[in-house]
């Protein structure tokens, strides 16, 4: 009889025992957000602009062209996560 008494209790105590486990409270809460990759983007003279003269039509014509220029980005950052705060559920 006492065997049976004992494990009993032992079967209530661990029934019972991961409600007690662990009873913190919430102090904040934070979301897992993607920041983006920031570059610097710089530009060189690839070609002046210049005027030419060209026929067209039976005319000359002064023609205008814009200068050309080539962008490089580099990477300044890259992607990464961040947490902010967020109100808690």
């Given at each position: 009889?006492k065997?049976?008494?004992?494990?009993?209790?032992?079967?209530m105590a661990?029934?019972?025992s991961p409600?007690l486990?662990?009873?913190?409270?919430?102090?904040a809460?934070y979301?897992k957000?993607?920041?983006e990759?920031t570059?610097t983007?710089?530009?060189e003279?690839?070609y002046?602009?210049k005027k030419?003269?060209?026929?067209?039509?039976?005319?000359?014509?002064?023609?205008?062209?814009?200068p050309?220029?080539?962008?490089n980005?580099?990477v300044?950052?890259?992607?990464h996560?961040?947490?902010?705060?967020a109100p808690?559920n």
């Amino acid at each position: 009889m006492k065997t049976i008494m004992i494990g009993a209790i032992v079967a209530m105590a661990a029934a019972a025992s991961p409600a007690l486990a662990w009873e913190g409270q919430k102090v904040a809460c934070y979301d897992k957000v993607w920041v983006e990759t920031t570059y610097t983007v710089t530009k060189e003279l690839e070609y002046p602009s210049k005027k030419k003269w060209e026929h067209h039509d039976g005319q000359m014509v002064k023609m205008y062209y814009p200068p050309i220029y080539m962008e490089n980005r580099h990477v300044d950052t890259p992607g990464h996560y961040v947490l902010r705060k967020a109100p808690c559920n």
